[in-house]
T-cell receptor
Framework: DTEVTQTPKHLVMGMTNKKSLKCEQH?????MYWYKQKAKKPPELMFV???????INESVPSRFSPECPNSSLLNLHLHALQPEDSALYLC?????????????FGDGTRLSIL | AQSVTQLGSHVSVSEGALVLLRCNYS??????LFWYVQYPNQGLQLLLK??????LVKGINGFEAEFKKSETSFHLTKPSAHMSDAAEYFC????????????FGRGTQLTVWP
């Protein structure tokens, strides 16, 4: 069982759709992360929220829009995605984002763009 | 700058044999090092972490890793492989100017033969 919960587990969407990925943790962590992972590759960092403020944006295209409503929730809003955006999207959390600490990962949302 | 290099994208062992997965790091500051495992269709699970305490670190599922500063290495070992160990393994380093950020190696796919 993972302590970081991601929904949905699978998502298929067209290039004109709008959808959202959700992530929730109840470990009291104050840093949350979005990663994109292609098959047989390591995760690539997209965004970091620390104390509910966006602290890192890795030059991600604007068709990906993160949101952190509170310290337990992290959303990733998707709009007008491209086929190359098909990937596993992982959410992670850590106690804080300003110290070297392990990150705890969810099981991801597998996204397919038609 | 922080980085890790995993030598060998694929490692195959027989069940019961020694597992050795190699990781070398580059860091301008004392590093914090992690090993993660990823099973198919799952997120990353923390196996073990080095945070400048003991140089020999024991993790879950019988894995351990030894931090060797002179060799800038943090290799992962397990005395006796089990079929259930087949997975992708990622070494990661944390530290420096963006303290909470993880830098992943490219990953090593472990295959265990019966």
């Amino acid at each position: 069982d993972t302590e970081v919960t991601q929904t949905p587990k699978h998502l298929v969407m067209g290039m004109t759709n709008k959808k959202s990925l959700k992530c929730e943790q109840h470990m009291g962590h104050r840093a949350m992360y979005w990663y994109k992972q292609k098959a047989k590759k390591p995760p690539e960092l997209m965004f970091v929220y620390s104390y509910e403020k966006l602290s890192i944006n890795e030059s991600v295209p604007s068709r990906f829009s993160p949101e952190c409503p509170n310290s337990s929730l992290l959303n990733l809003h998707l709009h007008a995605l491209q086929p190359e955006d098909s990937a596993l999207y992982l959410c992670a959390s850590s106690q804080t984002g300003d110290q070297p600490q392990p990150q705890h990962f969810g099981d991801g949302t597998r996204l397919s763009i038609l | 700058a922080q980085s890790v290099t995993q030598l060998g994208s694929h490692v195959s062992v027989s069940e019961g044999a020694l597992v050795l997965l190699r990781c070398n790091y580059s860091s301008s500051v004392p590093p914090y090092l992690f090993w993660y495992v990823q099973y198919p269709n799952q997120g990353l699970q923390l196996l073990l972490k080095y945070t400048s305490a003991a140089t020999l670190v024991k993790g879950i599922n019988g894995f351990e890793a030894e931090f060797k500063k002179s060799e800038t290495s943090f290799h992962l070992t397990k005395p006796s492989a089990h079929m259930s160990d087949a997975a992708e393994y990622f070494c990661a380093v944390c530290g420096g100017s963006t303290l909470g950020r993880l830098y992943f190696g490219r990953g090593t796919q472990l295959t265990v033969w019966p």
